[in-house]
């Protein structure tokens, strides 16, 4: 009911899930919000929540044991990850998780950026992005 019926999840998320101080700003906010605007709209998130996998009694488990033991397939790729290291759900742990299996990745922290990492830090992002797909491109990697 607070998912679907009164969209708590995606209310939360516009204050929780990035370290601007009082939240995104509101148009921001609003552009967040306006694809949830009724029960019906809000079905994806609902559906999104119930799938996340928290034990491995989740339907999902498997699934995500099958992907994460194919994360090694990625190893010779090019690979950049951004991170925020304020994000409350992806912890900086995640971040070391990853490293493990991609240990030749490119990594980007900021400090001061949470779970909307872009929204938190849009000029470090693109720079970052623009940079690891010019040295791609040209072989630098």
Not at 44 to 61: G, M
Request: charged fraction near 20%; proline fraction near 8%; aromatic fraction near 10%.
């Amino acid at each position: 009911m607070g998912v679907q019926g009164l969209n708590l999840f995606a209310k939360a998320a516009v204050n929780m899930a990035t370290e601007q101080p009082g939240g995104l700003p509101v148009d921001i906010a609003q552009g967040f919000l306006a694809p949830y605007d009724s029960w019906g709209n809000r079905s994806a998130i609902y559906h999104f929540v119930k799938d996340i996998p928290l034990s491995p009694r989740h339907p999902t488990w498997p699934l995500l044991q099958q992907i994460e033991q194919g994360l090694t397939s990625l190893a010779d790729l090019p690979i950049q990850l951004i991170w925020g290291m304020r994000d409350w759900c992806f912890r900086p742990q995640c971040l070391e998780r990853f490293q493990q299996y991609w240990p030749q990745a490119r990594v980007c922290k900021i400090e001061t950026a949470g779970h909307y990492v872009i929204e938190d830090a849009p000029d470090q992002v693109r720079d970052t992005v623009n940079q690891f797909l010019d040295e791609t491109r040209t072989g630098q990697l």
